[in-house]
Nanobody, 116 residues
Framework: VQLQASGGGLVQAGGSLRLSCVAS????????MGWYRQGPGKERELVAQISSAGNTAYSDSVKGRFTISRDNAGTTWYLQMNSLKREDTAVYYC???????????WGQGTQVTVSS
């Protein structure tokens, strides 16, 4: 399985972006998809995740502004980012974890830059 992340770009503070993470094949195994980000000089952090059962969780820094979702086909996950702030500037990555064996698959990063 390969993951392709896209949707990053340059946006003004207060604006919105939607990131997508597309899998090369339909995912049927129990999994958790997470969106991570790594800002300049910072460690990579988890910002949102969704389980194959549809349960979601968010970091406090994005709660109420970001929404993680997925399509019904099991191939695409989204991160809707609203009310963006300069501190949201980072490279964003998607990571798919297969629960049964703990295997992690990472997508390549997509840059999000928020200007003031």
């Amino acid at each position: 399985v390969q993951l392709q992340a896209s949707g990053g770009g340059l946006v003004q503070a207060g604006g919105s972006l939607r990131l997508s993470c597309v899998a090369s094949e339909r995912i049927v195994r129990t999994n958790t998809m997470g969106w991570y980000r790594q800002g300049p000089g910072k460690e990579r952090e988890l910002v949102a995740q969704i389980s194959s059962a549809g349960n979601t969780a968010y970091s406090d820094s994005v709660k109420g502004r970001f929404t993680i979702s997925r399509d019904n086909a099991g191939t695409t996950w989204y991160l809707q980012m609203n009310s963006l702030k300069r501190e949201d500037t980072a490279v964003y990555y998607c990571k798919l974890r297969f629960i049964t064996d703990g295997l992690d698959m990472w997508g390549q990063g997509t840059q999000v830059t928020v200007s003031s």
